[in-house]
């Protein structure tokens, strides 16, 4: 037999220029359909529009388009319903799927792959499925940020101690700390949305690398996929995976957030804070200490955050140095991100539940804006609404804190006005007032602060985002 005559080994989309297929394990190893099968729905929907577009540009008969368009319509519900299950020996989802309408059709399902290739294909396939599931974390996020200002509401006047080091530091209250998380996952969900504008544009048409010949219409298919536009070079097209990375940067982002929430909420589920009281549903025991309620969701959620960053990392090290224009590296590119986002998804809505169950003690909380000199600051700012420069009022302040640490005493407010005024004649009996947690907080009531109604402000801002 002449080597042009041997016939093709079947079940690949390449068999017609090599002879031989890789030995089982080898094609196993440069398979993808384990990790790109959650693409089936979005592959078919790219087909569909390419192909319905290849009739209408006279590339394809319109009978056999249609033909096309209806057997892909019945793939896609077929898979949906479990009738028909992804073969897991084929090399990837494109080619189970050009495969099965090739099965059903033959030469129909022959002309589908015209003007195109997998390198574009999957580009389009990827950018689906995160017009997708990109919303379905930035309704999650939504989710949460709106359950913790729930209890942020119902504790704008819970005082806690606010640290820097972890040394307490000044009033704050629990609903101005919940708050700021929110703060950040608000910004977290303007990456996300930023991410999915720079991603709205469509590769379809870019072939391998260097577009098609055939009259292919990008524009039409950028339309039925709902992009806001065609991508705008054909070798970027394919080459380009800055989606993937910011998207990954997002992702990591968000669980560095998640990950510095937990750490607040492991301490204070600590015995020596005892802030919060997780509930028994969202808590662990331990095997042998029978006394033991872990917080281990907060834990799991803070320990998950290093694969997030590890993902960025992997993708910014897939890409580095990838010479134009498509390359093979290229398909270790969604594991890393579809795991990112399942990793996000799944840790907001844990995040979410044990926040929700859990009680705050917030007798015990405020116990703790006592002692530890949390009103030094408002001592000093006292003396600077009498005139003091701030320096003078700062030094001043810090001279009666040493007072009362060599007197055993453990607030301003033990000490008594003579005792006082030898550190500063500007003060009065009207100190006491201004010292109290309360006070503290209410007069930080600039926008940011923690005064109750600006925290009740903030609220309302981080609500009107959503
Ligand atoms: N499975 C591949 C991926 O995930 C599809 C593109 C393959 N293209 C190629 N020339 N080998 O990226």
Redesign the pocket.
């Known amino acids: 037999m002449a080597e042009n005559d041997r016939k093709p080994f079947s079940g690949v989309l ?1 068999a017609g220029r090599l002879a031989e297929k890789p030995e089982a394990e080898a094609f196993a190893f440069q ?2 359909i384990a ?2 099968s959650r693409l089936a729905q979005d592959d078919i929907r790219g087909s569909r529009a390419h192909a319905a577009m290849l009739g209408s540009q006279g590339i394809i008969a319109a009978d056999m388009a249609a033909k096309l368009d209806a057997e892909l319509e019945r793939i896609a519900g077929e898979l949906e319903s479990g009738t028909l299950v992804i073969d897991t020996t084929a ?4 080619s189970f799927i050009e495969g099965i309408l090739t099965e059903r059709l033959g030469d129909a399902g022959r002309v589908v792959h015209a003007g195109r ?3 574009d ?2 580009a389009v396939d990827f950018r689906l499925y995160l017009k997708h599931a990109v919303p379905e974390l930035l309704a999650e996020l939504a989710t949460t940020i709106a359950a913790l200002l729930d209890v942020a509401e119902k504790h704008t006047e819970s005082l806690m101690p606010g640290y820097t080091h972890l040394q307490r530091a000044q009033p704050v209250t629990l609903g101005h700390h919940l708050a700021a998380w929110c703060a950040g996952l608000a910004r977290d969900r303007s990456r996300f949305t930023d991410a999915l504008n720079r991603l709205d544009e469509c590769p379809l048409g870019a072939g ?1 690398l260097a577009g098609s010949g055939l009259p292919l219409d990008r524009e039409a298919t950028a339309k039925a996929l709902g992009f806001a536009r065609p991508t705008l070079n054909s070798m970027d097209s394919v080459a380009d995976r800055d989606f993937a990375l910011e998207l990954s940067a997002a992702c990591a982002i968000t669980m560095t957030h998640l990950s510095r929430f937990c750490e607040d909420v492991v301490i204070w589920a600590s015995e020596e804070f005892k802030f919060i009281d997780l509930a028994e549903s969202w808590s662990t025991g331990s095997s042998i200490m029978p006394q033991k309620k872990n917080p281990d969701f907060a834990e799991l959620i803070r320990g998950k955050s290093a694969r997030t960053t590890g993902n960025v990392v992997t993708l910014l090290t897939l890409l580095k140095g990838l010479p134009y224009a ?1 390359d ?1 590296d ?2 270790e ?2 594991e890393a991100l579809f795991d990112s986002i399942d990793t996000v998804r799944t840790c907001l809505r844990m995040f979410r539940g044990m926040m929700s169950g859990a009680r705050f003690n917030t007798a015990r909380m405020e116990a703790a804006c006592t002692g530890g000199f949390l009103e030094a600051t408002d001592a000093a700012e006292y003396l600077v609404r009498k005139g003091l420069p701030f320096r003078k009022a700062h030094e001043a302040a810090a001279l009666v804190v040493r007072d009362c640490v060599a007197a055993g005493q453990s607030r301003i407010a033990d000490r008594t006005l003579v005792d006082l005024k030898t550190r500063s004649a500007l003060f009065e009996a009207d100190i006491y007032d201004a010292i109290k947690p309360a006070a503290c907080v209410a007069a930080r009531k600039l926008c940011g602060g923690p005064a109750p109604d600006e925290v009740r402000r903030q609220i309302r801002v981080l609500r009107s985002l959503l």
């Open positions: 390449w398979a993808s990790v790109d090399e990837d989802i494109h290739s997998r390198n294909q999957v391998a498509y093979k290229l398909q590119d969604k």
